[in-house]
């Protein structure tokens, strides 16, 4: 029996149309159709369900993640489905929401790449997102956002959640970070974005060279930081956007 | 000021700006967060980051200006006290917009149109557009409509510094000009040569 339409991944629908014939040649029916009538019916609870709670699962956080965490134990993909948002996603309207989200979230680290060279701090995209999405928009969470970018990941877009020194950031750039610029990152939210040459000879025991590179690199090639060449210790001091807070 | 735990993000948002515009009348201009960032003052080398710096100083000097209502803005005004004391540094941080940056950032602003050199033919002075010429232009007709000046032969003196204050008070003859060739355009305003200078009549145009 092929039914159009449910998103049940827990199925896969070839092997599952193999095993109803199978299932049908063994057994009567009867039984058959007991078995159509519960699934049936299974559906019909869930779909009462979801559309019950559905304001609930758009506006409260907590409740939303606990129902994906149902979904993911009992094996539904709330995305998934035939047609482009799924089955779940139309019903829910929660294909839509996250789709939204993940929307909302490249907005913010476009517009605010060339200020900070691609990466953003997570607390500061979600107040930017939520600034976007107004009161109507509920509240949104680190979580909200880590399962967002879960689903841009298909995209190749480079869109990933990292952490540097504790502090979780969201990059959207596919360059990859060195291990000398995260070390510069970390010192820099240490020092409330201020990093100078003398910092990563005197704590990390670089030589001056080789902390000029990097700091320059960073600067000239990847726009990571600002220049402050009226610094009154060193003269010229380097400051990372990411780590600096300031109105747009 | 009690903080209502009911008030969402963007409603405090809203009556933060509400607050801002009173605080602005009553103690004064209130400068953007990133002029107490250091790294503002300094021309950045990277491209791309540098545009922004200029975008950002923009919006700072032509709100200044308007507040302010001031109308010239000069590259030696990064070195000497005056008017722009209050944005070209802060004191606070110890860092000051020098000069060579200021002139780099006039340049960008004179290249979309929210200033120009005046006079004409030099790089150390601009005429602020904190209100377009086009924009002064209606003001002025307004202005003129509003105070029953229609249809009679006005000096810019009486335009310049009317008995009553008017958004028009102490605008910069260049200024001034080019509102009136907007307005000779669409036929609401020609210049008349009088006695003792330049004379304006504006009019309704006819149908």
Known sequence: ??????????????????????????????????????????????????????????SDPSFRHAFQQMCTSIGVDPLAGPRKGGWWAELLGLGDWQYELGVQIVDVCVSTRERNGGLIEM?????????????????????????????????????????????????????????????????????????????????????????????????????????????????????????????? | MALSTHTTSTGWDSVLKACNKVNEHILGFLLPSIHSAP????????????????????????????????????????????????????????????????????????????????????TRSVLLYWRLPEEWAEVLHQWASTTGQMNTIMTFYEITDPPVNSPLTNIPLPLLRKAITILAKSNRAQIIAIADGEGVRFFTPAK
């Open chain 1, 1 to 58: 029996m092929h039914r159009r339409g449910v998103g049940l991944a827990a199925f896969d629908r070839k092997q599952t149309t193999k095993r109803f014939e199978e299932l049908s040649n063994s057994i009567s029916q009867s039984q058959v159709t007991h078995l159509n009538n519960q699934l049936a019916q299974f559906r019909t609870a869930l779909t009462h369900f979801a559309s019950t709670h559905r304001d609930k699962i758009k």
């Open chain 1, 123 to 248: 607390a500061e995209l979600i107040r930017m997102v939520s600034k976007l999405r107004g009161v109507s928009g509920g509240s949104i969470t680190e979580d909200d956002i880590v399962q967002s970018i879960k689903t841009l990941e298909p995209l190749g877009a480079g869109y990933q959640v990292v952490d540097i020194s504790g502090r979780k950031m969201v990059r959207s750039v596919v360059k990859e970070l060195d291990d000398d610029q995260t070390t510069i990152l970390g010192l820099a939210q240490e020092h409330g974005g201020r990093v100078v040459e003398d910092m990563l000879i005197q704590r990390r025991q670089w030589s001056r060279e080789r902390a000029r590179t990097a700091l320059e690199n960073m600067l000239l090639r990847d726009g990571l930081c600002w220049l402050d060449d009226q610094d009154e210790e060193c003269g010229r001091a380097y400051w990372v956007t990411s780590a600096m807070k300031w109105e747009a």
């Open chain 2, 39 to 122: 790294p503002f003052f300094t021309q950045q080398p990277n491209p791309a980051t540098e545009a922004i710096v200029i975008e950002q100083w923009t919006k700072l000097i032509l709100s200044y200006a308007r507040h302010r209502n001031l109308f010239y803005l000069r590259v030696e005004d990064a070195e000497t006290g005056g008017d722009w004391d209050e944005v070209l540094r802060n004191d606070r941080i110890n860092r000051r917009l020098p000069p060579a940056h200021l002139s780099s950032i006039l340049a960008g602003m004179v290249a979309k149109n929210v200033a120009s050199y005046e006079p004409a033919k030099q």
